[in-house]
């Protein structure tokens, strides 16, 4: 079974940008929708933003304007850009897959910092 693997994670001061990409090593069949989570220090896990195989996306509130979420050339791949960052922003973010069949795949996540 394939997995997840993100990168782009880093350290940014506010007002910066940051672009994560998510890719799937190895074989993931029947991916339906992939998206962004993030966890915050001593937060739960929250909705960033997805995407439909059909293009479809959708976004938290908090940020929408700021973030695009875009699928890649290659298969099972997808994007996060992120824009104005905020202090708030700062997370650890992860990639997760739904699939027709089977267990809701995750990657391992990236860090990202938002210095004030």
């Known amino acids: 079974q394939g997995q997840l693997v993100e990168s782009g994670g880093g350290l940014v001061q506010a007002g910066g940008s940051l672009r994560l990409s998510c890719a799937a090593s190895?074989?993931?069949?029947?991916?339906?929708?992939m998206g962004w989570h993030r966890r915050a220090p001593g937060k739960q896990r929250e909705l960033v933003a997805f995407i439909t195989t059909g293009g479809v996306t959708n976004y938290a509130d908090f940020v929408k304007g700021r973030f695009t979420i875009s699928r890649g050339n290659a298969e099972n791949t997808v994007y996060l850009e992120m824009n104005s960052l905020k202090p708030e922003d700062t997370a650890v973010y992860y990639c997760r897959a739904i699939r027709t069949t089977g267990p809701m795949l995750w990657g391992q996540g990236t860090q990202v910092t938002v210095s004030s």
């Open positions: 190895g074989t993931i069949l029947n991916i339906t929708n």
